[in-house]
């Protein structure tokens, strides 16, 4: 069954909410999603992932989907605070961000048209978040599709492997594919399983423990029970669904508060409901 959130908290944009809480002050635009930020510099016009930084608190690690090869460190109220060079990459549509310690991992794996065969992964090493400079891929992946290409923006990271969601609603579910990070970094994605959603999936997260899955769409915000790990089959259903309309939000991550999202608008919002806090627990 899917939880409707019917309240909201009120919250503000920190520049680190490691050392303060972003519920204080903030902008309500619906229930349970308040606005805490915005990114305000013309370098990103269009962030497309969203990632908090293992290496400084407060700080979260974004990038557009087009234009320079670049990463930008930011701060919960759309603050920049460092850029970063990417180096011996070709991102021709770069869709999301995830990490694991130490690494992060770049999802070019757009495909709005349709017409490229394979998509790519690259793993770098996590800058300071504070210091601009230059990053060289440490590995790259080269993907093809089990079938016709698709487009994702979506990418998660847990053990051991990488997993893909599609774009594409196919009867109301989109579906999930993965691919194993060891090996040569070449291969074929693999289906597993579909989420029921009623938009297409812009961005997605997953908490360390591997049992809580947030899927962010242009309708509003999902969240996902799982079991430590994503499925190899079947559908899962969503055990809370937050509305709210934007048809740009892409970049989400869970916080403490909330989840975070960044929308292409440069709009930063927080989905506060307990579900989406890290440490948080079931009302």
């Given at each position: 069954?899917?939880?409707?959130?019917?309240?909201?908290?009120?919250?503000?944009?920190?520049?680190?909410?490691?050392?303060?809480?972003?519920?204080?002050?903030?902008?309500?635009?619906?229930?349970g999603v308040v606005q805490v930020g915005k990114i305000e510099s013309a370098e990103i016009g269009e962030?497309?992932?969203?990632?908090?930084?293992?290496?400084?608190?407060?700080?979260?690690?974004?990038?557009?989907?087009?234009?320079?090869?670049?990463?930008?460190?930011?701060?919960?109220?759309?603050?920049?605070?460092?850029?970063?060079?990417?180096?011996?990459?070709?991102?021709?549509?770069?869709?999301?961000?995830?990490?694991?310690?130490?690494?992060?991992?770049?999802?070019?794996?757009?495909?709005?048209?349709?017409?490229?065969?394979?998509?790519?992964?690259?793993?770098?090493?996590?800058?300071?978040?504070?210091?601009?400079?230059?990053?060289?891929?440490?590995?790259?992946?080269?993907?093809?599709?089990?079938?016709?290409?698709?487009?994702?923006?979506?990418?998660?990271?847990?053990?051991?492997?990488?997993?893909?969601?599609?774009?594409?609603?196919?009867?109301?579910?989109?579906?999930?594919?993965?691919?194993?990070?060891s090996g040569k970094g070449a291969g074929q994605l693999q289906e597993q399983c579909e989420l029921n959603?009623?938009?297409?999936?812009?961005?997605?997260?997953?908490?360390?423990?591997?049992?809580?899955?947030?899927?962010?769409?242009?309708?509003?915000?999902?969240?996902?029970?799982?079991?430590?790990?994503?499925?190899?089959?079947?559908?899962?259903?969503?055990?809370?669904?937050?509305?709210?309309?934007?048809?740009?939000?892409?970049?989400?991550?869970?916080?403490?508060?909330?989840?975070?999202?960044?929308?292409?608008?440069?709009?930063?919002?927080?989905?506060?409901?307990?579900?989406?806090?890290?440490?948080?627990?079931?009302?």
């Amino acid at each position: 069954m899917i939880v409707r959130l019917t309240f909201a908290f009120s919250v503000a944009a920190s520049a680190f909410i490691g050392s303060v809480s972003l519920h204080a002050q903030g902008t309500e635009v619906a229930p349970g999603v308040v606005q805490v930020g915005k990114i305000e510099s013309a370098e990103i016009g269009e962030s497309s992932g969203l990632i908090p930084s293992r290496r400084g608190k407060g700080v979260y690690w974004t990038h557009n989907d087009s234009g320079p090869d670049r990463m930008y460190g930011i701060t919960a109220d759309g603050t920049v605070v460092s850029q970063i060079e990417l180096q011996d990459m070709s991102l021709d549509d770069c869709e999301d961000i995830a990490a694991t310690p130490g690494r992060i991992y770049l999802a070019d794996i757009g495909n709005n048209d349709r017409n490229r065969d394979e998509v790519h992964v690259y793993a770098v090493r996590e800058p300071k978040p504070t210091a601009s400079g230059e990053l060289r891929p440490v590995k790259q992946w080269t993907l093809t599709y089990p079938d016709e290409p698709f487009d994702a923006e979506s990418l998660l990271i847990s053990r051991g492997s990488g997993y893909i969601i599609a774009k594409e609603l196919t009867g109301g579910n989109v579906r999930v594919y993965r691919f194993p990070l060891s090996g040569k970094g070449a291969g074929q994605l693999q289906e597993q399983c579909e989420l029921n959603v009623d938009a297409p999936a812009g961005g997605a997260d997953l908490t360390a423990d591997g049992r809580r899955l947030a899927v962010i769409t242009r309708e509003g915000a999902y969240l996902f029970l799982l079991k430590g790990r994503i499925p190899s089959a079947g559908t899962l259903e969503p055990a809370l669904f937050v509305p709210f309309a934007h048809d740009q939000m892409e970049g989400c991550c869970f916080t403490r508060d909330g989840l975070l999202v960044t929308a292409e608008s440069g709009d930063v919002y927080l989905f506060t409901d307990p579900l989406f806090r890290l440490g948080g627990r079931r009302r």
